[in-house]
């Protein structure tokens, strides 16, 4: 989907799920499920370099662990981690990339 229309994409929020066999779909972990978010990332970092500017992404809120339950402030720490994990993986491929050339 990124690679057919990447020209048009200004925001981006990115999600992973995972479907059933009758076609439910549940949240996974940000980097598993049934996206493959490294091969979306890559062609967003791809679209980046040819726009010459980097889009606006927010990443889905992780999961909650037993611990987490009945707190406020995890909301808000949940994003971040995934902003981490994404920019890693961002960062990962613009090496990839550079690399490569």
């Known amino acids: 989907m990124v690679k057919q229309l990447g020209d048009r994409i200004n925001f981006i929020h990115l999600r992973s799920t995972i ?3 009758e076609e439910n779909f549940y949240e996974a972990n940000r980097l598993d499920g049934d996206v493959d978010m490294y091969a979306a990332m ?7 370099h040819k726009r010459h500017h980097a889009g ?11 611990d987490d ?3 406020n402030w995890l909301f808000g720490y949940r994003k971040i981690t995934g ?3 994404f920019r890693r993986l961002e960062l990962a491929i613009q090496r990839n990339l550079s690399e490569m050339k």
């Open 19 to 21: 479907r059933d066999d």
């Open 42 to 48: 890559r062609e967003l970092v791809l679209q980046q």
């Open 69 to 71: 339950l009945g707190k």
């Open 83 to 85: 902003l981490a994990e």
């Open 56 to 66: 606006p992404f927010r990443p889905d809120h992780g999961h909650p662990m037993r």
